[in-house]
């Protein structure tokens, strides 16, 4: 079984990431962080709950980081729902989330196993900056690091220039793309046009008849309409789960490369742009494999395995 980590702000698209790594075969999740992002921390850390019973899983969820390093929190209500989750209100998970802050329990797991667990970020990058501060070895413990953000080279979806994810916590992305951390940056763009879930696809899902299935469709009901509406794209974008298929399997992105890519932190014109030196113009040593393109039939056809 490979082992993965889970650091997630919990809402809607998030839940189907976490749905799909804990339904893979072959992967155990070992657990859980919770930060602050689309949501306060504790309505993500219940959304993240309710996800593991949901997959009849014991999974420990650990509460983590309740706002960025420096900046102020910004819900994304807007596109998530009034609860993260559509607006479904599903009921209150039975378990609690674990008595162990999520930084310590994160730096207690990759010692626990050295270069066996891989880490995928889904929210800001608050608690990992906390637990490469406290843990600078953890650099050389964690065997890769799947971070849905970030935009590479192209258009932001929270501003012009940045990615949500990034741009709420620009400082913690900076610390942890400097880090020396094996990063693999998926960004937001390779969930868009024809990776989205179409009308044919949510029909199809629809369709399947599964708990999983209607899950999917029904908590990500706000985002379907926001994306339309706002951002002009045909159906439901899903980032994070895009991010989590490459995590299971790298063999659906047809084109990765290396590069030096940093964080703009200082300019509120483009504070939290994810800046991708593609050509190599400034020499610096390439510290990130950015994914260009997708298989988008493989990808979504990952998603459907585990919703059967």
Same mark, same amino acid.
């Given at each position: 079984?490979?082992?993965?980590?889970?650091?997630?702000?919990?809402?809607?698209? =998030?839940?189907?990431?976490?749905?799909?790594?804990?339904?893979?075969?072959?992967?155990?999740? #070992?657990?859980?962080?919770?930060?602050?992002?689309?949501?306060?921390?504790?309505?993500?850390?219940?959304?993240?709950?309710?996800?593991? #019973?949901?997959?009849?899983?014991?999974?420990?969820?650990?509460?983590?980081?309740?706002?960025?390093?420096?900046?102020?929190? $910004?819900?994304?209500? $807007? $596109?998530?729902?009034?609860?993260?989750?559509?607006?479904?209100?599903?009921?209150?998970? #039975?378990?609690?989330?674990?008595?162990?802050?999520?930084?310590?329990?994160?730096?207690?797991?990759? !010692?626990?196993?050295?270069?066996?667990?891989?880490?995928?970020?889904?929210?800001?990058?608050?608690?990992?900056?906390?637990?490469?501060?406290?843990?600078?070895?953890?650099? =050389?413990?964690?065997?890769?690091?799947?971070?849905?953000?970030?935009?590479?080279?192209?258009?932001?979806?929270?501003?012009?220039?940045?990615?949500?994810?990034?741009?709420?916590?620009?400082?913690?992305? !900076?610390?942890?793309?400097?880090?020396?951390?094996?990063?693999?940056?998926?960004?937001?763009?390779?969930? !868009?046009?024809?990776?989205?879930?179409?009308?044919?696809?949510?029909?199809?899902?629809? #369709?399947?008849?599964?708990?999983?299935?209607? $899950?999917?469709?029904?908590?990500?009901?706000?985002?379907?309409?926001?994306?339309?509406?706002?951002?002009?794209?045909?159906?439901?974008?899903?980032?994070?789960?895009?991010?989590?298929?490459?995590?299971?399997?790298?063999?659906?992105?047809? !084109?990765?490369?290396?590069?030096?890519?940093?964080?703009?932190?200082?300019?509120?014109?483009?504070?939290?742009?994810?800046?991708?030196?593609?050509?190599?113009?400034?020499?610096?040593?390439?510290?990130?494999?950015?994914?260009?393109?997708? =298989?988008?039939?493989?990808?979504?056809?990952?998603?459907?395995?585990?919703?059967?």
């Amino acid at each position: 079984m490979r082992r993965f980590w889970i650091d997630t702000d919990t809402a809607s698209d =998030d839940a189907v990431a976490i749905l799909m790594a804990l339904r893979w075969p072959d992967v155990h999740v #070992e657990g859980i962080s919770t930060v602050a992002g689309n949501v306060p921390l504790e309505m993500c850390s219940r959304n993240a709950r309710y996800t593991v #019973e949901l997959c009849g899983k014991q999974t420990p969820v650990y509460d983590g980081a309740q706002q960025p390093l420096l900046r102020e929190p $910004f819900w994304a209500y $807007f $596109f998530h729902g009034p609860d993260g989750m559509g607006g479904m209100n599903y009921p209150e998970p #039975e378990r609690a989330s674990a008595d162990v802050h999520a930084v310590n329990a994160m730096i207690e797991a990759f !010692r626990m196993y050295p270069k066996e667990i891989t880490l995928v970020t889904l929210g800001p990058l608050t608690n990992v900056a906390m637990a490469m501060s406290i843990a600078p070895d953890l650099k =050389d413990k964690i065997k890769s690091c799947v971070v849905m953000g970030g935009a590479a080279n192209t258009v932001g979806n929270i501003t012009p220039a940045a990615e949500y994810n990034i741009w709420v916590d620009p400082e913690a992305a !900076r610390l942890v793309y400097h880090a020396g951390l094996p990063l693999v940056q998926v960004g937001w763009e390779l969930c !868009r046009g024809e990776a989205n879930l179409l009308e044919e696809d949510i029909k199809y899902i629809r #369709e399947l008849g599964t708990e999983y299935g209607h $899950f999917t469709i029904d908590c990500n009901r706000q985002a379907i309409q926001t994306n339309r509406e706002w951002l002009g794209d045909p159906a439901l974008p899903l980032p994070d789960p895009v991010a989590m298929a490459v995590a299971l399997d790298p063999e659906i992105c047809t !084109r990765v490369s290396k590069h030096y890519v940093d964080i703009e932190t200082d300019s509120e014109l483009t504070r939290g742009m994810t800046v991708v030196d593609e050509r190599n113009v400034t020499d610096n040593d390439p510290n990130v494999d950015v994914v260009w393109e997708i =298989d988008v039939p493989a990808w979504k056809e990952m998603l459907y395995k585990v919703l059967r």
